[in-house]
């Protein structure tokens, strides 16, 4: 796999629904990560199973819904 600028999972790996990932870089929010990418804060904490979205990690891979 290839990063992007953005640190986007590039490659011919996909997902099942060929969804995007994104992983977290540090000073990234959720709502930073969702406004780059045009979704909610809650479809982005449903689709990984985040309860609190005040605590992501950098490093951590999100799928991006």
């Not at 992007?4 to 790996?13: F, I, L, N, P």
């Not at 540090?26 to 982005?44: C, E, M, R």
């Amino acid at each position: 796999n290839h990063f992007s600028e953005y640190g986007v999972v590039s490659g011919t790996a996909q997902t099942p629904a060929e969804q995007q990932q994104y992983i977290i870089q540090p000073g990234d929010t959720l709502a930073s990560i969702a406004a780059k990418f045009g979704v909610t804060v809650d479809s982005l904490a449903a689709a990984n199973n985040i309860s609190n979205t005040d605590m992501i990690y950098a490093g951590k891979v999100l799928i991006i819904a």
